[in-house]
DNA sequence: GACCTTCTCACCTACGTGTTAAGC
DNA sequence: TCGCTTAACACGTAGGTGAGAAGG
């Protein structure tokens, strides 16, 4: 199997455990322009999705999938005149931001058979009920997947970081070719999406 | 604990496991009536709703949570004058017809915090893609709940089943009463509910 | 004032209902 | 004809979008 995307995977006797990103094309789009992700109140979803394919684990052993969100520097970023420069310290950040996959413990097989999505993950600025992901606005993160093997020491976690997946929390956007490319991909979105501007192939009805 | 619902739990040195179904008296409601399901190609959910809680388990060991249709009888049933009678001989039950709680497996502790629902089952007459349950039209089944440690020998399996729940398969709805007491109690029928016929509490908007 | 956040909104996606007419 | 099944349909539930005005 060839390596694919961010695989951290240890050594030792065990095959190789390797986690691909899927859609990377469209991640390093939003990349390019510095991507931001909206947090709202009540919390928001993410777009794109995070969205992994996992190969050589154990099939019958159980394992859950955690989506992390790591604060990557130690500074507040502001946008001015069309360009993200970073301003103060950062705030403390939030207690651990980390969502467990919702089908989370299940057994090496379930996560092969296909792609692991994180569509359900919800961002948010304010303390909520569980489930969200609480993040300080207008601070970048980086969004790493851990799997770890039921019944196991931590040590044995396995982490693999996404660095094209890194955005700035935001609770409106502010670059506006981030916006324009989010309502060009996200079919929620289609309500503001100009007909001439429909990308190709693009789900009609 | 009371010992609620249809529990068969088995003896031996651990406390006692029980399972309890919800929304009995809705149950009853329809049973009293003779209840139907629709069943459809592309798959039809029940209404009233599968929904149990358990208690008793084990709080850190894994469950695998199950939902059978067993054939209660052996033969074809007809809607004559008003009525449900038993006619010529039973099809062949369609192999198994069992659905697997889309949480599973999960930790004894979450099957208990909260009741367990099958709202997502969906019952059809043609065999599909997975996950959908095959039942004969015109036939009369029994939900079955099962509870399966994981790991552990298929003769522990604890099963129980709801004699309120059971239901003939129909394609249409033959009984006029059974289809106003699903439209009166399903949000998802309102469209078909007038104002005046609405029950008490009834959720509005 | 400038910056950031919150709230309501119209407009979508996605899909669960029984009805009805057509099909077999 | 009769009994049963299928498919299209209008009308709901449920909830995900960015826009834009209002709030702090």
Redesign the interface.
Known sequence: EPTVGGGASRGGREREVNVALDDRELWVRFQTLTNEMIVTKNGRRMFPVVKVTASGLDPTA?YTVLLEFVQVDSHRWKYVNGEWVPGGKAEVPPSNAIYIHP?S???GAHWMKEPISFAKVKLTNKTNGNGQIMLNSLHKYEPRVHLVKVGTDLRRIMTYPFPETQFIAVTAYQNEEVTSLKIKYNPFAKAFLDAKERPEGYYQR
Chains 1, 2 share one sequence.
């Open positions: 159980m089908e413990p299940n057994f």
